[in-house]
């Protein structure tokens, strides 16, 4: 008998997979290159995360049940408003400096993983803490 | 606040069986009927009567606000 896929496991696997795909495609396009070798190493991720979707779709899987759709949904509210937050501070940065903030490409992919992963870090805190 | 008191483990122990077990028959996971024993999760009224179905309580039986 198979034994199930824990959903935590299922969820940081994702996560990680969706993260490595988002850091590689930004790192791809900053560097601006269509040679032969950019384009092999880009299928790189690619398989990665199909083959990570597969197993986990393929595997059986423990059932979604509310108590984690309800951290999930805490998470997703706590890290809005971290983001929120970090936006405002940076406004308020830009304003109170009389300066302009320019975020490259790069930077904002990075920012964007970085949210993905700590919306995945808060909910691992609800979910193995309780509410 | 009231604080919600379960006697889940209880009854389990009486019906003999195990979290995992009490959990799939009532389509949940395992760690959260551990947290309900342990008062760190309040359950949903579909959750709290389909555990009181499954030991054929009443949910006044399984689930008690104490002061």
């Known amino acids: 008998m198979s034994s199930k896929l824990s959903l935590r496991k299922k969820i940081i696997m994702r996560t990680i997979s969706q993260s490595v795909v988002i ?97 995945l870090a808060i909910f691992l805190f609800y979910d193995i803490r309780g509410n | 606040m009231p604080k919600l008191i379960t006697k889940i483990k209880e009854y389990r122990a009486k019906n003999n069986m195990k979290q995992e077990e009490l959990a799939q028959l009532i389509g949940v996971r395992r760690e959260t009927i551990g947290h309900l024993e342990n008062g760190k999760y309040n359950p949903s009224l579909k959750m709290a009567m389909d555990i009181a179905k499954v030991f054929m309580v009443s949910v006044e039986e399984l689930f008690q606000f104490m002061d």
């Open chain 1, 23 to 119: 850091l590689f495609s930004g790192e791809i396009i900053m560097r601006g290159q269509h040679d032969m070798l950019t384009k092999i190493i880009a299928f790189i991720p690619i398989v990665f995360f199909l083959s990570i979707l597969f197993y986990t779709n393929r595997k059986d899987c423990e059932p979604r049940d509310e108590m984690a759709r309800f951290n999930q949904l805490k998470a997703g509210n706590l890290s809005y408003s971290i983001t929120l937050c970090a936006i405002g501070l940076v406004m308020f940065y830009a304003l109170w400096f009389k300066t302009s903030v320019v975020i490259s490409l790069l930077n904002l992919v990075f920012i964007f993983v970085a949210m993905y992963i700590l919306n």
